[in-house]
């Protein structure tokens, strides 16, 4: 009799490594291991191996770090999408690429259930489900976390010593983290105390601002219809230049935040995230924008902007909404082609010039000077109209005096 099969989301650390082991002991599963490449720095042939080692039937390694990049970062960053006008949605849009994956090697595999180790108060396990319903509703979902005895990684420490299952964790320091190619998030250890001022040593992608060079750093982004494709004036293909820009800022001291939240599911939390080549490009779109886009457009953006960081953040990927928002966005981006010029020091990331075949900004009409397009008389007539409903208020306070 062949044992029914489950599709474990599985990155080899010790949330995962544990519910391996539980679903064949518990359900009598065989268990097929999924873990999906986003840019995480790992040994994925350890990876493979211990999935192996752990009792996986098959173990798959995906690499989909060009896929993440192109259909899902650069989507999010036109938007100049910011969760709470901090977060930069690192995890959050990962997530549905890696349960859209999840979701290709069950039906591949003919299976009919999904695990995934996302705790029941985080709001990962909404992103994965939300998806998988969205993709493949027939699909059954396990949550672990959400129904066995467990009720802490130390728990989770206790069940890895007694059934063999090698981990890195020790109850003595405890960080859960997550990273891609786009950024880390640190949360837990003594960062779930708000009062406790982040330590150095949790920084894995950038160096504290102090530990930056003295003197600032200069590179110029080229986009072309809203989508990076050069540094310095070399182009390069997306996977290169987001590594090298990650690069360039965490050795400068960029993108490196630290915040509370407020989570889907109702609870406030506290997290580190590193983003230091993302912060880079957000902040070279945002001054190409400003040259390129007119008044009404960039205002109008801004409020999609907090519409489609709220769709992300919540998981809500696959939504006819996110596809509609992302079609205004992709409009607007026609012309956001040009060249931004960022100074990187000591943490700080500013913008300091830009240019674009497409500005909008033109130097013969802002001088003081005169010019043929500009009549400056023509400012008064304007201005009384402009202001009429004020005059008007004016004259009717003065009536009734």
Known sequence: MNKEKVVLAYSGGLDTSVILTWLKEEYGYEVIAVCVDVGQEEDFEAVEKKAYATGASKAYILDVKEEFITDYIY????????????????????????????????????????????????????????TIHALNPAI????????????????????????????????????????????????GGNLEDPWNEHKDDVLVMSLPPEQAKDNPTYVEIGFEKGIPVSVDGRKTDPLALLTLLNEIGGENGVGTIDIVENRLVGMKSRGVYET????????????????????????????????????????????????????????????????????????????????????????????????????QKDAEGFINLFTLPMTIRAIMKQNKK
């Open 75 to 130: 989507p999010t960053l036109k938007a100049h999408a910011i969760y709470e006008n901090d977060y930069l949605l690192g995890t959050s849009f990962a997530r549905p690429l890696i349960a859209k994956k999840l979701v290709e090697i069950a039906e591949k595999e003919n299976a009919n259930v999904i695990a995934h180790g996302a705790t029941g108060k985080g709001n990962d396990q909404v992103r994965f489900e939300a």
């Open 276 to 375: 230091p080549g993302g912060t880079i490009l957000y902040e070279a779109h945002k001054a190409l924008e400003k040259l390129v886009l007119d008044r009404d457009t960039m205002n109008y953006k801004n409020t999609v902007a907090l519409k489609y960081a709220q769709l992300v953040y919540d998981g809500l990927w696959f939504t006819p909404l996110r596809e509609a928002l992302a079609a205004f966005v992709d409009s607007t981006q026609q012309y956001v082609t040009g060249i931004v010029r960022v100074k990187l020091y000591k943490g700080n990331c500013t913008a300091v010039a830009s240019k674009s075949p497409f500005s909008l900004y033109n130097e013969e009409f802002v001088t003081f000077g005169a010019d043929e397009v500009y009549n």
């Open 140 to 187: 059954k979902i396990i949550a672990p976390w959400r129904i066995w005895n467990l009720k802490s990684r130390e728990d989770c420490i206790d069940y890895a010593i007694k059934h063999n299952i090698p981990i890195a964790q020790t109850k003595e320091k405890i960080y859960s983290r997550d990273q891609n190619i786009w950024h880390i998030s640190h949360e």
